[in-house]
């Protein structure tokens, strides 16, 4: 199993929001955590990438056969997990190219490898930055700096495509796009998926999952997992709301 | 190019320490310790100087003597004592005519310094003048200059040389009654460099001064003066550094530039004097003065420094902005780490019409460090029209150190519009833990924004000078991390 | 008039008669001191006197500060001290009708006077009165004697520094001023206004002293005049100590009007403790020297300070504003604004200081000083200083100088509006943001009134006051709607 997280609980200023949280995600699969705002899904995310304020008091997080909880978030990157951040951050002075750059050739230090030669780098940005349309003028420009909602988006997909993660996580990729860009990042990441790699993506809607279809839908209230299903769960979801979950649960505790 | 440049800066911040701590050992010509009219005349007298020059010295030694060190910049540290410190102190073997001759210990030097004066000869085709201690020892390029009717030699053979240049422009902007180290400066000091650029000649190379303080309790008192006639252009360089050494070392230099109309001077500075250890001991006081004088009508003046090395730096390269329509820059990012300090910024002095300044300055502070930007706008009552903007930035790394801004500005003309801006950061854990989760450790992570956050001043800098300094932000702020 | 006045009044004279040696006001202020300490100090409690020691000690062995000196290289302080003055030694008698001299009438603006004539207290309701929403006020020198302890633990704990030459004399020398106790959760409901009057026929030097006391939870807002009444010379040198108590609101307007050839030093000590909001407003429309060294210090976290001036300045007058804002705890935050219009001859000096102390993390302050320079004559030094040792925090600051939008006058003039009214909106439009951070909208309007005076170089005085010198003037209206601009 690529990723395997066991009993996992997660606190944020001494305030339990993961209460007891089991996923197991395998190579080739596509997991979609769904659930309404605020039961957890974004500090899931926080947690599995190592993000500082975000504490585990308990449970386990295996990746690759290790468990990474006391891993430094750098580390779990390298091993080959990605985030794709609700709100990418901005890095005045930092060109993309530079910091792309700077992060594969952290990564390949990490696999024991000597730095990409400049040659083959920058034909690696090339092709990338067409899976997912990106216009050559953004990786000259500082990180996510004067970007657009939509474009910042499509960059962390580019920056996923770079660094070939065997895991990536979308956090709410969807939100504030439009249908148009909503297509190109599903593009991107539908040509990036292979048998080797697996996702996690977090969305509060369904839409996004018209383009990516999910092996796997998990239903997130109140800290935990409630409900897992296939893909027809999430149109399920779609159609009723969240209320007859928020009863079902309830009603079982 | 970008990409590789990058790359290599960061490889250099794993290795760990001052690089440049190394002493090399030259066998040297010194003055007994000590400052009084003999060792004025004793340094006079060594370096075979005309009457006028040993009057202007001791006019000046007369002048400080009446002086008290000033206290007023936001430093602190042990009284100096001047009888203490070695005014003249000069590698043996002089007089070079070709590079054969120099000692192979003082090219070693070089050599460990990364600026192969024969390299940097073919490749670079950049000019260097080598000042160590207190003696120019080669000056690279000369024939080629001179077919431009540049002069480019040490301060001292231009003395020889050029009598009436000098006599002419020295002191002309920064008088030896300035200051405090601009007095003692004129009363001791060594050598230097010296350019002149005549009229319409744009100096088709970048002139350059690598200044090395190597003898042990030596004081490094250099000289540089740049004189620029009507229309020419000059991009000139100067990087530094000093030996390892636990006792505090002086340096107290005077740069004077003269721009006459339209004529355009560029100074560069990469300062890399020691910085102290982690503990604070030793490190070079880095006391200088620097004035440029737009005389002439729409010339400009425009300073870079990259202030990264001494453990204090009390500067302000400034501009006098005495002719209509001139134009003074200074664009600057000082690092401070461990025990270090600096007071350091800039004077825009408005005198003439329509002048412009633009003042853009970052200050990175970590460790137990002190950084203070100290700048003063000055708009005098002709000054119609006259414009300035700064932006004094400072970002702090770590609980321990301190940023601090101190402009001063002074309008006594209606007509000029005066604006000044500040902030103060961190950097921010979301942009560390972006870059983490992109696996780029948080070492890296720093590096790599605080190079973004110097880059405005950086891409001022000629390329040469651009390289090296970005590995020094990074070397220097090694270790900040907490 | 003189006539009547049986109080003592110490000349201090430059040269004597006697002598043809000068003497300076120094030593004649340290030789009016030694002779009547006694009387100076009656009522202290052991701890004010032995205050008083030191701070005469500081001044006699300092005096007053030159121009050699960091802090007051911009502000011609020895000709303001270079006069003969005269310094009362008791409490000042007015022939002038007090009621009527005091009465203030602004509409929409309910307050209670506390009136102070030539620095002495001057109340109808006595020396020491509580008021009906339970607000304790009086005169300094009676309170020192009903609440010995309540002094004994804060006079004087402000201003504790003896680097500042004024603050020493007026700790040393002063009798009398104004004292304000704001009990625990008490809400004044009316703005207490201290109105502070210059009227003798001579040239004076006056000492006063505030002391103001918000316990935790309590609420006031002040206003301080500071008014001439005539063309003599006067130079009032004040303290004010200011203790705003956990979760306390306290805002300050202080309203500066004195004649061309007053000169006024105003310190004011401001300590915040946890969760308390201040707000002091320095509007500063006629004054010869001026010189306001303010110091705000956020010593309890979650405390935050809003420090606004605004000067309008004109022929050959001076303004210093000194300010300093000390962030001592972790997460309070600040916000420091002065606006300043210079015509004429005049000069300001601006220097403000943000401090963050070590530890101090999470704060956020902010400074700004504009100016706008309206003739080639006038002149503007500012210095706004930042010095932080904290990293998590956000300052920053910015200073101005510059002219009238001249775009922005074109546009109105193409509207159809006079060079002159056009003028006046832009220099209204700028200094409104000063305005519009007055919390009490009827002493915002007044306000709003006096700067638009002031701006058509009218002296800006209430109404139905004495003081002004001319008729009541009309409404003013400008000929476009403000809020637009």
């Not at chain 3, 500042?164 to 106790?181: E, H, P, R």
Request: hydrophobic fraction near 35%; charge should be negative.
């Amino acid at each position: 199993m690529l990723l395997n997280i066991k009993n996992l609980h997660v606190e944020i200023d001494g305030k339990e929001i993961i209460k007891g949280l089991n996923l197991g995600v395998n190579q080739g699969e596509v997991h979609a955590i769904m659930g309404p705002n605020g039961t957890g899904k974004s500090t899931l995310a926080a947690a599995i990438t190592g993000r500082e304020g975000y504490e585990i008091t308990a449970g386990e997080i295996w990746f690759k056969g290790t468990n990474i909880v006391d891993m430094e978030p750098d580390e779990r990157a390298n091993l080959g997990i990605f985030l794709s951040f609700q709100y990418p951050v901005e890095i005045p002075g930092v060109s993309m190219t530079n910091f792309m750059r700077t992060a594969i050739n952290a990564k390949r230090e990490y696999q024991g490898l000597p730095p990409v030669p400049a040659g083959e780098f920058l034909k690696m940005m090339e092709e990338k930055k067409n899976l997912v349309e990106i216009h050559s003028k953004l990786t000259n420009r500082s990180v996510n700096e004067g970007f657009s909602g939509g474009e910042k988006k499509r960059n962390e997909i580019f920056q996923m495509a770079m660094l070939e993660p065997s895991l990536a996580i979308l956090d709410e990729t969807d939100s504030g796009l439009d249908i148009d860009a909503l297509k190109v990042v599903a593009k991107g990441v539908n040509q990036l998926k292979s048998g080797e790699n697996a996702f996690v993506i977090i969305t509060h809607y369904q839409r996004l999952l018209d383009y990516i279809v999910p092996d796997f839908v998990h239903v997130l209230f109140d800290g935990k997992i409630v409900k897992t299903g296939g893909k027809n769960l999430a149109l399920e979801l779609e159609a009723k709301g969240y209320e007859w979950i928020k009863e079902q649960h309830l009603f079982e505790a | 190019m970008e990409v590789q440049q990058n790359d290599n800066i960061l490889e250099q911040v794993t290795t760990s320490d001052y690089k440049y701590g190394f002493y090399t050992d030259i066998e040297n010509d010194m003055a007994p310790p000590g400052l009084n009219e003999d060792i004025v005349r004793f340094i006079s007298a060594k370096k075979e100087e005309p009457e006028w020059m040993l009057e202007f010295r001791l006019k000046a030694f007369r002048h400080w003597q009446n002086l008290s060190e000033p206290g007023w910049a936001h430093i602190q540290y042990p009284k100096i004592n001047y009888q203490d410190i070695i005014y003249y102190a000069a590698p043996k073997k002089k007089s070079l005519a070709s590079l054969d001759e120099v000692d192979p210990e003082l090219l070693d030097t070089f050599n460990k310094l990364g600026i192969s004066l024969e390299e940097q000869k073919m490749l670079s085709g950049v000019a260097v003048d080598a000042v160590i201690d207190s003696v120019s020892v080669k000056t690279t390029f000369q024939d080629t200059l001179a077919k431009h009717g540049i002069i480019f030699c040490s301060f001292s053979e231009a003395v020889r040389e050029h009598p009436e240049l000098v006599k002419k422009y020295m002191g002309s902007v920064v008088p030896y009654t300035d200051n405090y180290f601009a007095a003692l400066n004129s009363a001791v000091f060594s050598d230097g460099s010296f350019c002149f650029i005549p009229a319409g000649v744009r100096c088709p190379l970048e002139l350059s001064t690598y200044f090395r303080i190597n003898a042990a309790n030596t004081g490094q008192f250099e000289r540089t003066l740049i004189v620029a006639e009507s229309g020419s252009y000059v991009s000139y360089m100067e990087g530094c550094t000093a030996p390892q050494r636990d006792e505090n070392q002086l340096h107290a230099a005077i740069v004077e530039i003269v721009a006459m109309d339209h004529a355009e001077v560029k100074y560069s500075t990469v300062q890399n004097w020691y910085p102290g250890d982690k503990e604070g001991k030793g490190g070079v006081y880095n006391f200088v003065t620097k004035r440029g004088l737009c005389k002439g009508r729409s010339s400009k003046i425009s300073w870079t420094q990259v202030e990264t090395g001494s453990s204090i730096t009390w500067k302000y390269p400034s501009c006098v902005l005495m002719g209509d329509n001139s134009v003074g820059e200074f664009y600057s990012v000082a690092v401070t780490n461990n025990f270090q300090q600096a007071d350091t910024g800039t004077k825009m002095i408005h005198i003439g019409k329509n002048t412009r300044s633009t003042v853009i300055s970052k200050g990175i502070s970590a460790g137990r460090s002190n950084n203070a930007y100290r700048g003063l706008v000055k708009i005098l009552p002709g000054a119609v029209n006259a414009r300035n903007f700064s932006q004094c930035d400072s970002l702090l790394l770590g609980d321990q150190c301190g940023a601090h801004t101190f402009p001063y500005i002074e309008a006594k003309n209606e007509t000029s519009i005066v604006e000044h801006e500040a902030t103060t950061s961190k950097i921010s854990e979301d942009q560390l833990f972006y870059c983490n989760q992109r696996g780029i450790d948080t070492e890296k992570a720093i590096g790599l924004i605080v190079n973004g956050y110097a880059k405005e001043v950086l891409n001022k800098l000629p390329m040469e000078f651009a390289v090296e300094a970005q590995k020094l932000l990074a070397i220097t702020l090694e270790g900040s991390v907490g | 008039m003189s006539g009547s006045r049986s109080n003592i009044c110490l000349k201090l004279s430059m040269k004597t008669k006697e002598t043809t040696q000068f003497q300076d006001l120094e030593s004649l202020l340290t030789a009016q001191f030694e002779q009547h300490s006694e009387r100076i100090a009656e009522g202290d409690t052991p701890a004010m006197k032995s205050l008083r020691m030191k701070h005469f000690e500081a001044f006699k062995a300092v005096g007053f500060p030159d121009s050699s000196h960091e802090k007051w290289r911009f502000t011609d302080i020895e000709s303001a001290l270079n006069q003969d003055f005269c310094h009362e030694l008791s409490a000042s008698r007015s022939d002038r009708n007090i009621e009527e001299l005091f009465r203030c009438e602004v509409h929409n603006f309910r307050s209670e006077i506390i009136s102070v004539l030539n620095g002495w207290y001057h109340s109808e309701n006595g020396p020491l009165f509580t008021n009906e929403d339970g607000v304790i006020y009086g005169s300094v020198k009676a309170a020192k004697i009903a609440y010995p302890e309540l002094f004994d633990a804060r006079y004087g704990h402000l201003a504790h520094g003896t680097a500042n030459s004024f603050v020493n004399l007026n700790t040393a020398m002063v009798q009398d001023g104004v004292f304000i106790y704001v009990p625990k959760g008490v809400e004044a409901s009316r703005t207490l206004q201290i109105i502070k009057m210059i009227d003798r026929d001579e040239n004076v030097f006056v000492q006063n002293r505030q002391l103001i006391i918000l316990e935790e939870g309590s609420k006031l807002s002040l206003m301080h005049c500071d008014d001439s009444i005539n063309h003599h010379t006067s130079l009032v040198n004040t303290v004010t100590e200011v203790f705003v108590g956990k979760n306390a609101h306290f805002e300050l307007y202080k309203l500066q009007n004195l004649n061309d050839a007053s000169g006024l030093i105003n310190n004011t000590f401001i300590s915040q403790e946890a969760g308390s909001n201040v707000r002091t407003n320095t509007l500063t429309f006629n004054c010869g020297m001026i010189r306001n060294n303010i110091e705000v210090a956020l010593n309890g976290p979650g405390a935050h300070a809003d420090v606004l001036g605004l000067y309008l300045m004109d022929k050959q007058q001076h303004v210093d504003n000194q300010i300093r804002i000390l962030h001592n705890a972790a997460h309070c935050t600040s916000n420091e604004l002065f606006k300043g219009i210079l015509d004429d001859e005049a000069t300001a000096v601006f220097n403000g200081y943000i401090y963050v102390k070590r530890d101090a993390q999470k704060t956020n302050a902010y400074q700004n000083n504009k100016n706008i320079l309206l003739k080639p004559t006038a002149r503007i030094n500012t210095m706004p200083f930042l010095e932080i040792y904290a990293d998590d925090v956000k300052c920053s600051h910015g200073a101005t100088i510059g002219q009238l939008d001249q775009e922005a006058m074109f546009y109105l003039r193409s509207r159809g509006i006079s060079q002159s009214n056009a003028r006046l909106l832009l220099m209204y439009a700028f200094a409104a943001d000063v305005i519009n951070m007055i919390n009490i909208e009827g002493l915002k309007s007044r306000i709003d009134d006096m700067v638009k005076k002031r701006l058509r170089g009218e002296l800006s005085v209430c109404e139905k006051c004495v003081l002004h010198c001319g008729t009541p003037e009309k409404e003013y209206h400008f000929d476009i709607d403000l809020s637009k601009l």
